[in-house]
Each structure stands twice: as C-alpha cells, then as structure tokens.
C-alpha cells in the first residue's frame, strides 16, 4: 500500500487560510469516508483534527475543516495562527481493511 | 480522562526481538479496537497494524506481516507490540492509538526504539 500524496510544505501569513491536499486512489480516499487528520507538533505526539473526511471531534477549533472530491481528501486552516506550525498528516481506511497515511505536510506560518 | 501511556525506550541489537507496552485507563478497554504506528526519525507516519480487543482480531501492514505480533492482557487494560527480526531501519518512535469512527482519537507518548550494533 503506497502512501498518500501530500504535498512537503505549505505557507502563509497569520490571518490567512491554507488548504492542504492529500491524494489516493480509489482504493481508499476515493473509496471510502474514512479519511482523517492529525497534527503534530516538533517533538510531540500526533493529535486528532479531523475524522470521517469533515468531522470535528470536541474540542478541536472550527478553524480546522476537511472535505473530499474524488481520490483527493483536503484540509483547510482558516485564520491561520502562530501555532498552527507544524506537520499535518492524512490518512484513510483502505479496501485491503488497513490504514495508511500520507507523506505529511510541513505548515509554515510566515 | 482517557488515557495511553506506553513502556520506556529500548535499545536492541539487530536481530533481536522488541517488545512495546501501552497500558490504556479512563475507557472501556474492549470497546476499541487499538492501532500501532511507527515514526522513523525525521520520517513521516507509518501504520502497523491494528488489533480488536475481543476476539484477538489482529490486522497487519503486508510490510510486517511474519514479524510482528500484536496482542492485550483484559486483566491489566494493557497493549503490547511485538517485533522480531529487527534492523537499523526499524529505529523508530512507536506509538499505540486508541481507534474511534476509523480514525486514532487518543495517542500514547511514544517509545523510542533504538537498533544499533
């Protein structure tokens, strides 16, 4: 199972949104809503964002929201915030019943 | 509160056997099936396999199926993962994670695992 394609790094300036895309094939992203999200901060453990393509657990801000169109599974970062630097993963439930994530993208905040 | 916390760091020699524990409070433990994945430093994430706590259902990435094993103990609310055969490649932090909706809700610290001569 190769991993998702995600691209290496995204930037923007405190206030504007990003979008970050992950691209699989129709064996997972584009076959199922099982497509989720996590963040992980330099030196810590990853932390849940997103899951079911566009569902927020409790807790997680609104500026964090997820969609899906075809193979390619997005999140997007609105009001982007100091903090928001860090890597952000996807991954997805795939038709071989496992998991696999994407190759991680590095958020840059300028 | 929910609640994963994992063995220490371990360093192994290659060809030797590791052994990686996540001891899980605050839930019921056979509601949720729990995920292993594994971080290469400076690498992205990769997922191992997951195991159903009842029934001892276990799933495992093709890349580890015949040297990993993943098993529970109900008694101790206790995960562990087991992986065999091991080589520099396999220096990595491992981590458990809860599964809810298909996804890893709640993560464990980490354990380092070091594979050197």
């Known amino acids: 199972q190769s991993a998702l394609t995600q691209p290496a790094s995204v930037s923007g300036s405190p206030g504007q949104s990003i979008t970050i895309s992950c691209t699989g094939s129709s064996s997972d992203v584009g076959g199922y809503n099982h497509v989720s999200w996590y963040q992980q901060h330099s030196g810590k453990a990853p932390q849940f964002l997103i899951y079911?393509?566009?569902n927020r657990p409790s807790g997680v801000s609104d500026r964090f929201s997820g969609s899906k169109s075809g193979n390619t599974a997005s999140l997007t970062i609105s009001g982007l915030q100091a903090d928001d630097e860090a890597d952000y993963y996807c991954?997805?439930?795939?038709?071989?019943?496992?998991?696999?994530f994407g190759g991680g993208t590095k958020v840059t905040v300028l | 509160q929910v609640q994963l916390v994992q063995s220490g760091a371990e360093v192994k020699e290659p060809g030797a056997s590791v052994t990686v524990s996540c001891k899980a409070s605050g839930y019921s433990f056979t509601s949720h099936y729990m995920h292993w994945v594994r971080q290469a430093p400076g690498q992205g994430l990769e997922w191992l396999g997951i195991?159903?706590?009842?029934?001892?259902?276990?799933i495992y990435a093709q890349k580890f199926r015949g040297r990993i094993t993943m098993s529970r103990d109900t008694a101790t609310s206790t995960h562990y993962m087991q992986l065999n055969s091991l080589t520099a490649e396999d220096t990595a932090v491992y981590y458990c994670a809860r599964d809810q909706s298909w996804a890893s809700d709640v993560w464990g610290q980490g354990t380092m695992v070091t594979v050197s001569s």
């Open positions: 195991l159903r706590p009842w029934g001892d259902r276990t």
């Open positions: 079911d393509v566009s």
């Open positions: 991954s997805s439930y795939t038709r071989s019943d496992t998991w696999v």
